[in-house]
């Protein structure tokens, strides 16, 4: 299991094996495969992603926090003082780098080495720091990494041909002179280098593990890595494993890729959910492609104390022991090496329990900090991971729910900056809905002369401002002039300089809050009309034959009485109108006074106007009778229609239209389901090409086939015109393309590919219900100000910009953020610190102008340990996954996952270089608040959008893009990397979860049931030797083999164990923005191979790196970089 081993090897990662192509996996919106229920897989609503078959980029998901690994087995005994693996969260470890006096802070970044140990003398030829007393002999220290080895050749069965990565022919017989230094390992991404240079010399004693194929050092995380104990003593691997050798040993080969002509042996790839169909039987024989099992042979290594940090030797700096190439190709373990000598027994696969889980790091921050409400009053704090639940106190600086950062200290010059590489962004979800135990933020109206503002860069009052000359003038905080407090809001200071009406007034105590605007911050120097909905409903042949178009009808009914209001209103403000359309459009007036709704069809699309102005939008409590009589109409009026052609741009340009004559901003709800290829404008052909994977074109795949959506987006943001888009396609239909508006106005697309009423009824209507429920700001406009030393230079979101300050969305609801990058313009200083204000101008759905207000402080540092050691890794993934995301549009996928990989091995190498304490370059040294940067990385890289297997759709792809670039922090850490539950340990009379586990197939147990959710999804997995009582209590059938796949929903039974399993659905479901597909999978049946997608810790199908393999690439990408 390593990544790329050779040098010289096959397909570059993101390649697709050789033996693989033929196989058609189903996509995520993909044809169906036959023989098999279409329903099983989730349209891509979900995110499935597509083919890898570990789960879809990870990156930013936070799983929920498990128990993660074993605690360190019996034999092991920790030294004094050293808390064993849990520890993650305290870190104030002693020889780090002292923590930053903020409180709150998140342990600092260095691990210290635990107190009592030693490091070893420097005269140790190995050059590897150990953290527990030295051990007494090279034998023992070969232990020591034993228990830590990355290699993977004994694995009990040979890995499946197809995942490694070259044709076995490829591996040339290493010569004697190789040296272990671990850099030709791994075979970096790009797959374009030569040999590895030897530089180490050979005899040295050997002392390591091989990571496979280089050692990870050990993650010295900076202290007690929390999250790395030393691995339990089962699988350790005993001293008989790495019997010294003289010369350089030769690499072990395992079995490696078929050529493209060879058979495959193995089971076929997984899918992703978007996949739409399920994968083909599988026919192949051969070992299981599961990662290998965790208990390795051989005796436990010695009890000597542990060694507390990431100790993963690495295989490079000593010269021994080379870690096998994993999959690489090559005979089986054990097997002489191409002629020469006999190369040393196989070593074991590194431990994953001794490498940073995201189970433990999560579990220790919901222990640490959640119990604690996070107080807003200090600069520059860290706040609690966004996995763990926990109170926020706004004391003058924006709660994380609106506002998350990727450093909470930023480097005072640009040269520190850049020589660092972390990217200093943050993202903003300015109308974030809150828990009810927290206060919304005040409404403040100062009047007619409007808020307080900075006479030069236009600031609004907020916290940080100076009051000066005894109140009666202010100094700004951004960019400080000196302003005239006006008259009526002058007020004395007290004795410290603070105003005496200090805490009366939310815009001097609270970080957010939100302004009544006067007309001169309104359209045209008027006050707004409350906005309208307009339902645009396709009755083409297949939205009818399918239910699709009753079903909406009927929902409308009764969703009606749920348009967003606001707070103390008797009903919404908001009126309503419908639309149907084919190839042509048909108008209805539903004024109140009528006895029967009125049809007016037009049928020049070439040139669209409103047929009607009057009665076309109308209140619903007025003509309630009239729109319920319409409704039932519909189905009927369209019931044997043989029209199959739609059109779309006019449609669009319709609603448009009609919130222009009616003077208001809007939104347009389109029900759409298939490519518009009739005869009108915004027509589109079918352009969709696999050929283009992996070429230079691949870009195109992603980017509109015509700038008339782009032109009409314009139009609509300049009306406030909204587009919400539901897509029920059964095949290609562009997204790329039909998406342009929807994207560029801030409004959702939902997907859900062959729609079928049993099973995807009941998520359509959540989405649906929540959609036109939640809580929108139309014709909105953001801004971000910030302190003279930095700038905003970059957004990513669904909006659009017409000049380079100046975000707008004709729509802005509670589940979007925008994600801005600051870049510096000038030095800052660690006494004053940084400021972000972010302004967001809009229309409440009542129709009142208003000025929402965030405001965020950060700290300044001249050290680079204190910017590593306030870093939010979260926030980071959900930055670099949305730069990535964006890339594709541009450059070639995989020089986007290059450059990934390259900027995240810049930011580790920096952190070694300049703030880790000296060790042996065989050690990979992580910053404390960073150790899960690679395992979130390698999620992204394996995402669907960056890495997709051959089922996965065109549409797909670009959905996800989407979708990803305006997800929040939560959002992107379960998409990343799913949460994992095991439903058969939960405790039925509690209300609490069971503790997840890390997504990996050897987590798994046959006797068990598990749930897996990403936010877009919920697959219930149910092990084939799970007892019969259980599988009665969850599905009401006797036996595994009676069970159901295709269902939608778990029945309603009257046990305490499915009652707890539906309430823990339940619960997900209210934490996510869209309504997930239940999937139920049986161990050994075709769905499996998607659900595998998702086991994002192992190795993917679509040549994905497990994640042990990449921390070893990664590891040996920094090491590149310092030599």
Not at 106 to 130: D, E, I, K, M, Y
Not at 439 to 460: F, I, Q, W
Not at 485 to 496: E, S
């Amino acid at each position: 299991m390593s990544v790329n081993q050779h040098t010289h090897a096959g397909p570059p990662y993101g390649q697709p094996q050789p033996g693989y192509q033929g196989y058609q996996q189903p996509a995520y919106g993909g044809q169906p495969l036959p023989g098999v229920p279409h329903a099983q897989y989730g349209a891509y609503n979900g995110p499935m992603p597509g083919y890898q078959q570990p789960v879809p980029p990870q990156g930013s998901v936070r799983a929920l926090p498990t128990s993660g690994a074993p605690p360190p087995a019996s034999g092991t005994s920790l030294p004094s003082g050293h808390q064993g693996y849990s520890q993650f969260g305290q870190g104030d470890v002693q020889n780090g780098i002292p923590t930053s006096t903020a409180p709150m802070q998140r342990p600092p970044a260095s691990q210290p080495f635990l107190p009592g140990s030693a490091p070893a003398p420097v005269s140790q030829p190995s050059t590897f720091q150990q953290y527990g007393p030295p051990p007494s002999s090279v034998q023992q220290l070969s232990n020591h990494m034993a228990g830590m080895t990355i290699g993977s050749t004994s694995i009990s069965a040979p890995p499946p041909a197809g995942l490694g990565y070259g044709p076995p022919t490829s591996v040339p017989p290493v010569s004697g002179s190789f040296s272990a230094t671990g850099s030709g390992l791994y075979t970096p991404y790009t797959a374009s280098q030569g040999p590895p240079p030897p530089s180490v010399p050979q005899g040295l004693p050997l002392a390591q593990p091989p990571f496979s194929g280089q050692p990870v050092p050990t993650q010295r995380l900076p202290t007690e890595v929390p999250g790395f104990a030393p691995p339990p003593s089962s699988t350790g691997i005993g001293p008989s494993s790495y019997p010294p050798s003289t010369g350089a040993p030769r690499l072990p080969l395992m079995p490696g890729p078929p050529l493209s002509g060879q058979t495959v042996a193995g089971p076929p790839m997984s899918q992703p959910n978007h996949v739409s169909s399920p994968p083909p039987p599988s026919t192949l024989s051969g070992p299981h492609p599961g990662p290998p099992m965790s208990g390795l042979h051989g005796p436990p290594p010695p009890t000597h104390p542990p060694q507390p940090g990431y100790q993963m030797q690495q295989n490079g700096s000593f010269g021994q022991v080379r870690g096998p190439q994993p999959n690489y190709g090559g005979a089986y373990p054990g097997t002489p090496n191409y002629g020469s000598q006999p190369g040393p027994p196989p070593p074991k696969r590194l431990d994953p329990d001794s490498i940073p889980s995201p189970i433990q790091v999560i579990e220790d921050d919901r222990s640490n900090r959640g119990s604690e409400p996070f107080v807003t009053g200090v600069r520059g704090q860290v706040p609690p991971l966004v996995t763990t639940n926990f109170l926020v106190k706004d004391q003058g600086n924006a709660s994380p729910r609106y506002i998350r950062c990727t450093s909470y200290n930023i480097p005072c010059t640009s040269d520190m900056a850049k020589q660092s590489q972390v990217p200093l962004a943050a993202v903003i979800k300015p109308l974030a809905t809150l828990p009810p135990e927290e206060t919304l933020p005040y409404l403040v109206d100062h009047g007619e002369s409007g808020p307080v503002r900075c006479n030069r860069c236009k600031a609004y009052m907020c916290p940080f401002m100076q009051f000066i000359e005894g109140g009666r003038r202010f100094q700004c905080c951004f960019c400080s002039c000196v302003t005239e407090v006006p008259a009526h809001y002058f007020q004395h200071l007290d004795h410290t300089g603070k105003r005496v009406d200090f805490y009366d007034r939310p815009e001097l105590s609270l970080g957010s809050y939100e302004f009544l605007a006067t007309v001169d911050y309104c359209k045209n120097n008027k006050f707004p009309s409350p906005p309208a909905f307009i339902f645009m409903i396709d009755v083409s042949y297949n939205a009818v034959k399918s239910g699709l178009v009753r079903l909406i009808c009927e929902e409308l009914k009764s969703i009606l009485d749920y348009l967003p209001r606001e707070g103390n209103m008797e009903e919404s403000a908001i009126r309503v109108g419908f639309v149907t359309y084919n190839k042509v459009l048909h108008f209805y007036n539903v004024k109140s006074s009528l006895a029967q709704p009125q049809m007016m069809v037009v049928s020049d699309v070439a040139d669209m106007f409103v047929p009607l102005l009057d009665g076309f939008l109308v209140n619903v409590n007025e003509s309630r009778t009239v729109i319920a009589s319409l409704l039932d109409q519909i189905p009927e009026m369209f019931a044997d229609t043989r029209e199959t052609e739609t059109v779309f741009g006019p449609v669009i340009q319709a609603g448009l239209e009609a919130l222009k004559a009616a003077e208001c901003a809007g939104k347009l709800f389109i029900f759409h389901t298939s490519l518009p290829i009739a005869e009108a404008p915004g027509k589109l052909k079918n352009r969709d090409d696999k050929k283009l994977i992996n070429t230079d074109k691949e870009k195109t795949l992603f980017q509109p086939q015509t700038s008339f959506y782009n032109n009409l987006a314009k139009d609509c943001v300049a009306q406030g015109c909204c587009v919400d888009l539901f897509l029920f396609p059964n095949q290609y239909l562009d997204v790329a393309t039909l998406g342009v508006v929807t994207y560029q106005t801030g409004g959702s697309i939902y997907k859900y590919a062959y729609f079928q009423l049993e099973t995807d009824q009941d998520r359509f209507l959540n989405d649906l219900r929540r959609d036109v429920q939640k809580e929108v700001g139309f014709d909105a406009v953001m801004r971000v100000r910030t302190s003279t030393g930095i700038r905003a230079t970059d957004f990513f979101g669904a909006f659009y910009m017409s000049n380079t300050t100046d975000v707008e969305m004709a729509g802005l609801d509670c589940d979007k953020t925008i994600t801005v990058e600051f870049k510096h313009d000038d030095k800052l200083s660690e006494d004053s610190g940084a400021l972000l204000q972010c302004a967001l101008l809009y229309t409440s759905c009542a129709g009142q102008r208003r000025l929402r207000i965030h405001n965020l402080s950060l700290n300044c540092c001249t050290q680079l340990a204190d910017l590593y050691r306030n870093c939010e890794t979260d926030t980071l993934i959900n930055y670099l996954a949305k730069y990535a995301y964006r890339g594709v549009l541009n450059s070639p996928v995989k020089a986007v996952r290059d450059s990934l990989i390259n900027q995240c091995a810049q930011i580790l190498a920096c952190y070694r270089k300049n703030c880790a304490s000296p060790s042996s370059a065989g050690q990979l040294i992580l910053p404390e608040c960073m150790k899960l940067l690679p395992v979130y990385l390698n999620c992204v890289l394996k995402s669907d959008v960056l890495q997709p297997g051959p089922e996965v759709t065109t549409d797909d792809r670009a959905y996800i893009r989407q979708l990803v670039t305006s997800m929040d922090v939560a959002e992107t850490n379960v998409f990343f990397y799913p949460r994992l539950l095991p439903l058969t340990k939960a405790d039925v009379d509690s209300d609490s979860l069971p503790a997840a586990i890390r997504n990996s197939e050897e987590r798994l147990s046959k006797g068990d049931i598990y749930l897996l959710e990403n936010g877009l999804n919920i697959f219930v997995w149910v092990g084939v030797n799970v007892q019969q009582g259980l599988i009665q209590n969850l599905f009401g059938v006797s036996s595994f083999s009676q069970i159901s796949n295709t269902l939608s929903t778990l029945p309603v039974l009257e046990n305490p164990f499915s009652k707890k399993v539906r309430s823990i659905i339940d619960m997900l479901h209210l934490q996510r923005s869209r309504y997930m597909k239940l999937i139920i999978v049986k161990q050994e049946d075709k769905l499996e191979m998607l659900f595998k997608h998702f086991l994002v810790e192992d190795k993917s199908l679509t040549g994905g790196a497990s994640y042990v393999d990449f921390l070893c690439h990664m590891h040996k990408e920094i090491r590149q970089l310092l030599s």
